[in-house]
């Protein structure tokens, strides 16, 4: 289980994160919302440890500030949001470093068999002698989220992994995220954009507003017209269909319903 | 597939072995030119088996092309080497040794000597010219290396910082030879030139045990050095510890290089296409790159030092122009016919 507690970041004088609570257990897909700039990456970067923050990050109850670089990197995959790439290595090799803390000089047979499987999975096998930089900005990101869960994960953390895929891409990728997440018992966090996407997928929501969290539930007690329109200033509708999946529709900006009214 | 990896590692293998043969070649067309009128015939026999050859045959094989085609080698492997893993921490084609200022700085603390009369010692000038280039070397890198600490050792920061260097170094260049009587700017020069002659057997195995020990620590951190090619975020999340690899690589490439550049001067293009030449070749799988890199330097100046005893009957043209002049067109051919 993945605990954050208290965390809070600053750039200078600037609050991106003030106590930041909220837990995302293993076996789920934890979804974090949010408006844009409200400091979901930012949050996502502490917990990959790129950002000094302060409060608490614990998995399986012990601070991660305590885990060896190496040793934290081994357990836990993310991927990031940025999908240039220049080098010159084929996406074989580049799927291949996710296995990096477990890599010797010369390449295992355990190794190589695990990025085959994943390619497979995850249909790209067909790229794997493709260079990285020759491939659209979806095939790469497919590429990229493959690395990340080449070592099996105990702690799996995403940046907008749909950012570059078409809507079908986008159905089949969750669907294999949360088929892997049940299956290998991963603590899964992402971040999305597409709030439909999210109400389908995620078994838990975290709403980041005004640096702090709005909201934390499953997605039937989270989304409501009323957090819609605090969070991202929308009107919606929001329906529950036969399956118990959560729907909603946006209507309109509030703006654009202030400024009506301003106007008149 | 893994049999697809398999064969593809195979391939890569087989054409550094290839290379590797090439320079072998390159190294014995370097130690069979000359206007001696050695025959290659007589250098085998010399090379092999050196008691039953004259004097003289015995000198120009052992004390001549000998050191200067191994200094050669060693002098193209490691420009070679330190300007891909340069180029690989910088996340920057274009950084090289060269282009960050270290053989500026090289080149500074030659002419220095020079200017203030150490290089024309008995025997003190032989050791000092060299130790001095290599004292203002390490210097150009240990600036580098403390403007780029107080930026958390940012690859832009390092690269701004290294051609703030070449420009700083440049002008003291330029300052000493106009202060330098006209003996002593023709020395400065043709060091700056860049020179395989003053090769040894006491400088070689001084550059082949730095080369040695770098390129193996080079080759252990193959793997980590790969994954910066990713970026420096997607390095640090598979568990790369960015900033001190970049510190250390950095100051391994820095003492390769001072050592290299202080015995033959500054010798600029190699470690820049070198590089290329590999990358375009092998791609960026470090385990392949950085020896491919080594061998491609070596193999480009052990070219340059067979032809720049050729093309002037009688005399040695000056090295550094020598690798430009056949480097270049051989690079720009590989880059057009890059599909």
Known sequence: ?264 | MSNEYASFTRKKTIILIIALIIMIGAFFFNMFTGSSGTTPADMFATIFNPGAADIKTRAIVWDMRMPISVMGVLVGAALGVAGAVMQTILNNPLASPYTLGVSAGAGVGASLVMVLGGGSLVILGRFLVPAVAFIFSIAACFAIYMISKARQFTPSVMVLAGIGMVFFFQAFQSFLQYMASAETLQNITFWTFGSLQKADWVNIPILGGVFAVVFIIFMVNAWKLTAMRLGDNRAKSMGVNVDRIRKQMFILISILTATAVAFVGTIGFIGIVGPHIARMILGEDQRFFMPMSAVCGAIILSLASGVSKILVSGAIFPIGIITSLIGVPFYLILLLKKK
């Open chain 1, 1 to 264: 289980m993945l605990q954050v507690q208290d965390l809070k970041f600053s750039y200078g004088k600037t609050t991106i994160l003030d106590n930041i609570t909220f837990t995302a257990n293993p076996g789920e897909m934890t979804v974090i919302l949010g408006a844009n700039g409200s400091g979901k990456t930012t949050m996502l970067q502490c917990i990959n440890r790129l950002n000094k923050y302060e409060g608490q990050v614990s998995f399986e109850n012990k601070d991660i500030a305590g885990f060896t670089h190496e040793d934290y990197h081994d357990m836990m995959s993310y991927l990031d949001q940025n999908l240039a790439c220049d080098a010159v290595l084929t996406v074989f090799e580049v799927v291949l470093l996710g296995r990096l803390t477990r890599l010797g000089f010369r390449v295992g047979e355990e190794d190589t068999a695990s990025v085959e499987n994943i390619l497979r999975l995850m249909g790209i096998d067909q790229f794997s002698q493709r260079g990285i930089s020759e491939l659209s900005g979806g095939q790469r990101q497919l590429v990229f989220i493959a690395q990340a869960l080449v070592k099996n994960p105990k702690l799996l953390v995403m940046d907008e992994p749909t950012s570059a895929l078409d809507l079908n891409k986008q159905f089949h990728l969750l669907d294999f995220l949360k088929q892997e997440t049940y299956k290998n018992d991963y603590t899964t966090l992402l971040t999305l954009h597409h709030l439909d996407m999210a109400a389908k997928y995620a078994d838990k929501l975290v709403i980041i507003n005004d640096n702090k969290v709005y909201a934390e539930g499953p997605p039937r007690e989270v989304f409501t017209p009323k957090m819609l329109e605090d969070v991202y200033r929308v009107d919606s509708e929001v329906y529950i269909d036969s399956n118990k999946d959560v729907h909603l529709i946006a209507l309109s900006s509030t703006d654009n319903k202030q400024e009506k009214r301003s106007i008149a």
